[in-house]
């Protein structure tokens, strides 16, 4: 029973969140939205930057374990690559409301929370630097900056998210092909 409710209270977080910016959600507002009492939100949740905090590094989190689990996958660089902007793209066109949270709140929230990101945010770095290294062991990725060509595809990917392009479902394999052939126009060794 707490399970549904943390769940119900979460997702209700979202909801609300995503409309209205942080400062502006309250915890009355996240429960009423959730069909629970304040008390009952606040035995899950300690205050409305707890609950804020645990939607964010959930997402990031789960972004960070597909990451590593596509970067161990038996592929070839280019296809963990391609593997990595369709889980991601996939993931932002699916849950819009969460990308809307981070750009409508980010700025609005504490310097060590943020912190915490940048950590999750380097973790997802390492994962994309591994798999252009292999590219460069395997001769089909040229970089002379594995760090920093991993940066720009996640800003690439993560940056572009609000966009138009990805509020279309149905060309979502056009949407992370186009990205995937930028990207590699720049780091593939191929003509």
């Known amino acids: ?29 996240i ?53 990595i902007i369709y889980f991601s793209i996939k993931m932002l066109s699916e849950n819009l409301k969460m990308g809307n949270i981070l750009q409508n709140n980010i700025q609005l929230i504490s310097s060590e929370f943020q912190k915490k990101m940048i950590e999750r945010h380097k973790s997802a770095i390492k994962v994309i630097k591994l798999v252009i290294e292999q590219g460069i062991e395997e001769e089909t990725i040229k970089t002379d900056n594995p760090h920093n060509t991993a940066v720009m595809i996640l800003t690439l990917i993560f940056n572009t998210h609000s966009q138009e392009l990805y509020y279309n479902f149905e060309t979502i394999k056009e949407d992370v092909d186009f990205i995937y052939n930028f990207i590699m126009q720049g780091i593939s060794k191929e003509a």
């Open 1 to 29: 029973m707490a399970k549904d409710t943390r769940e119900e209270i979460l997702e209700a977080a979202l909801n609300m969140f995503s409309i209205n910016n942080y400062h502006a959600t309250s915890m009355s507002m």
């Open 31 to 83: 429960a009423e939205e959730a069909g629970v009492s304040k008390g009952t939100l606040y035995w899950h949740f300690d205050s409305k930057e707890d609950l804020f905090r645990e939607l964010v590094l959930a997402g990031f989190d789960y972004f960070n374990e597909n990451y590593k689990k596509i970067q161990s996958e038996k592929l070839n660089a280019k296809e963990k690559l391609h593997e």
